[in-house]
Protein backbone atom coordinates (compact mmCIF):
# COMPACT_ATOMS: atom_id res chain seq x y z
CA UNK A 1 0.00 0.00 0.00
CA UNK A 2 1.26 3.46 -0.95
CA UNK A 3 1.79 6.73 1.25
CA UNK A 4 0.91 9.95 -0.57
CA UNK A 5 2.39 12.79 0.63
CA UNK A 6 1.51 16.88 -0.12
CA UNK A 7 3.22 19.78 -0.45
CA UNK A 8 3.47 23.47 -1.82
CA UNK A 9 0.63 24.62 0.43
CA UNK A 10 0.93 28.41 1.52
CA UNK A 11 -0.93 31.72 1.69
CA UNK A 12 -1.46 33.35 -1.42
CA UNK A 13 -3.45 36.61 -2.73
CA UNK A 14 -6.34 36.60 -4.76
CA UNK A 15 -5.03 36.22 -8.40
CA UNK A 16 -1.96 34.67 -7.68
CA UNK A 17 -0.66 31.29 -8.26
CA UNK A 18 0.40 27.49 -6.04
CA UNK A 19 1.31 24.82 -7.25
CA UNK A 20 0.74 21.54 -5.53
CA UNK A 21 2.52 18.42 -5.49
CA UNK A 22 2.35 14.90 -4.04
CA UNK A 23 4.48 12.34 -3.87
CA UNK A 24 3.80 8.40 -3.88
CA UNK A 25 5.78 6.02 -2.28
CA UNK A 26 5.66 2.88 -1.94
CA UNK A 27 3.91 1.87 -4.73
CA UNK A 28 3.50 2.58 -8.59
CA UNK A 29 2.10 5.74 -9.80
CA UNK A 30 1.17 4.57 -13.12
CA UNK A 31 -1.26 1.79 -11.76
CA UNK A 32 -3.26 4.32 -10.03
CA UNK A 33 -5.43 7.16 -11.33
CA UNK A 34 -4.92 10.21 -9.33
CA UNK A 35 -6.88 13.15 -8.11
CA UNK A 36 -7.03 16.20 -6.06
CA UNK A 37 -10.05 17.01 -3.40
CA UNK A 38 -10.07 19.91 -1.12
CA UNK A 39 -12.56 20.52 2.02
CA UNK A 40 -13.04 23.99 3.04
CA UNK A 41 -14.02 24.89 6.77
CA UNK A 42 -18.06 24.13 7.51
CA UNK A 43 -18.23 22.29 3.87
CA UNK A 44 -17.87 18.42 2.46
CA UNK A 45 -14.62 17.28 0.90
CA UNK A 46 -15.25 17.99 -3.33
CA UNK A 47 -13.13 16.52 -6.23
CA UNK A 48 -10.80 19.24 -7.60
CA UNK A 49 -9.47 17.57 -10.80
CA UNK A 50 -8.37 13.61 -11.55
CA UNK A 51 -6.08 12.21 -14.54
CA UNK A 52 -5.78 8.66 -15.58
CA UNK A 53 -2.72 6.48 -15.44
CA UNK A 54 -1.62 7.23 -18.19
CA UNK A 55 -2.16 11.78 -18.34
CA UNK A 56 -3.66 11.22 -21.63
CA UNK A 57 -7.00 12.41 -19.86
CA UNK A 58 -7.92 14.53 -17.14
CA UNK A 59 -11.45 15.78 -15.71
CA UNK A 60 -11.78 19.04 -13.24
CA UNK A 61 -14.86 20.22 -10.93
CA UNK A 62 -17.01 23.07 -13.26
CA UNK A 63 -15.24 25.71 -10.39
CA UNK A 64 -11.82 25.33 -11.33
CA UNK A 65 -11.82 24.25 -14.70
CA UNK A 66 -9.35 26.67 -16.96
CA UNK A 67 -7.96 27.20 -13.39
CA UNK A 68 -6.23 24.75 -12.10
CA UNK A 69 -4.20 22.07 -14.48
CA UNK A 70 -3.44 18.48 -13.36
CA UNK A 71 -0.39 16.98 -14.75
CA UNK A 72 1.99 13.44 -13.38
CA UNK A 73 5.01 12.04 -13.87
CA UNK A 74 4.64 8.46 -13.10
CA UNK A 75 9.04 8.01 -13.59
CA UNK A 76 8.77 10.35 -10.46
CA UNK A 77 5.57 8.62 -8.86
CA UNK A 78 4.31 12.40 -8.62
CA UNK A 79 1.10 14.88 -9.63
CA UNK A 80 0.94 17.96 -9.28
CA UNK A 81 -1.63 20.89 -9.63
CA UNK A 82 -1.03 24.48 -10.92
CA UNK A 83 -3.27 26.72 -9.76
CA UNK A 84 -3.61 29.92 -10.99
CA UNK A 85 -6.36 32.87 -10.45
CA UNK A 86 -6.86 31.60 -7.04
CA UNK A 87 -9.78 33.09 -5.53
CA UNK A 88 -10.80 33.22 -1.28
CA UNK A 89 -13.23 30.46 -2.47
CA UNK A 90 -10.50 28.10 -3.15
CA UNK A 91 -8.98 28.01 0.30
CA UNK A 92 -9.51 25.08 1.57
CA UNK A 93 -7.16 21.95 2.83
CA UNK A 94 -6.25 20.42 -0.56
CA UNK A 95 -5.90 16.28 -0.49
CA UNK A 96 -4.14 13.84 -2.95
CA UNK A 97 -5.76 10.78 -3.54
CA UNK A 98 -4.98 7.28 -6.05
CA UNK A 99 -7.93 5.14 -6.91
CA UNK A 100 -7.42 1.57 -7.45
CA UNK A 101 -8.62 1.43 -11.03
CA UNK A 102 -6.55 3.54 -13.32
CA UNK A 103 -9.08 5.29 -15.16
CA UNK A 104 -11.19 6.09 -11.74
CA UNK A 105 -11.62 9.68 -12.31
CA UNK A 106 -15.60 9.45 -13.34
CA UNK A 107 -16.80 8.93 -10.04
CA UNK A 108 -15.37 5.40 -8.69
CA UNK A 109 -14.14 5.50 -4.90
CA UNK A 110 -10.07 6.70 -4.83
CA UNK A 111 -8.76 4.53 -1.96
CA UNK A 112 -5.99 6.54 -0.66
CA UNK A 113 -4.86 9.27 0.44
CA UNK A 114 -2.33 11.70 1.68
CA UNK A 115 -2.71 14.25 4.73
CA UNK A 116 -3.41 17.40 3.18
CA UNK A 117 -2.05 20.40 2.37
CA UNK A 118 -3.63 24.46 3.43
CA UNK A 119 -4.37 26.53 0.76
CA UNK A 120 -5.41 29.81 1.74
CA UNK A 121 -6.33 32.49 -0.35
CA UNK A 122 -6.43 35.62 1.25
CA UNK A 123 -5.44 39.89 0.83
Known amino acids: QGRLVESGGGLVQPGGSLRLSCVLS????????MGWFRQAPGKEREFVAG????????RYADSVKYRFTISRDNAKNTVKSQMNSLEPEDTAVYYC????????????????WGQGTQVTVSS
Open 97 to 112: AAASHPYGIDGTPFDY
Open 26 to 33: GGTASSYA
Open 51 to 58: IIWSGNRT
